[in-house]
């Protein structure tokens, strides 16, 4: 039987480690590429070294990458990052623009090669963030990418007929980024970190392989929605949860 295959971005630590580690575990052949590299698992993984955000240099790195695989049955666009919480007044251009570069344009380098090889792909998945649309004080330049990013999402369903495309907020992943959020940032400052925290502290926050393992379980799911569309994996998998969250938003 032919294997399966994954293409992850951002696969050297956090969610795309985990998911990583999770598709080898199921026997998929998994390409990756990030910046540190993850190529000290087992497994029929075939990792690169690459920068998402050195634009020029993205198709070379994507044609030698994935050389061998005729066709992907699951690509998760992970690479991101956070910035500073702070007001968005006290953000400069230049840190917006390095977030948008990683967390946007990134993903439209690899959509657009995507595109343009021309071989199959079956599913799409762009990690997004709750952020997106709750708009809580703070989280600006993130914020503001992953909304883009949404709409990244919605604009390239019109041009990947074939393909199934979704952006999907994961949840809370006990990763590097709650280092941060859990101890630098002032929680009566900025409230929304507050749930962040507490749900660390509790142990409500799954570490990266039990929160890859809950992302792999929706990925059917996921294709039952319209292409194109943000889902937030509360949605799917505690739904209760999620109304009761968009019921604050709505107060607000």
Known sequence: MKKRTLLVTGNSSGLGRGLTEHYLAENWAVYGCSRRGCDDLSGDLHDMRCDL????????????LLADAAQLDL??????????????????QGELQRIM????WANKAVMDWLLRRGRPVRQVIMISSGAAVLG??????????KAALNMLARLYAHEFP???????APGLVDTAMMDYLCVEPDPGEYPALQRIRDARSSGAMPGPPAAARKVASVVDRLREYPSGEFV???????PDEYRRLMQGVAKG
């Open 136 to 145: 809580n004080k703070g989280w600006g330049g993130y914020a503001l990418s």
């Open 75 to 92: 690509v998760v666009l992970n690479a991101g990052i956070l910035g500073a919480i702070k007001p968005l007044s006290e953000t400069s």
């Open 101 to 104: 570069d990683i967390n946007v």
């Open 232 to 238: 937030d994996i509360r949605q799917i998998l505690a």
């Open 53 to 64: 955000t050195d634009f020029d240099r993205v198709p070379a790195a994507l044609d030698a």
């Open 162 to 168: 074939a393909t199934h495309i979704s952006t999907l």
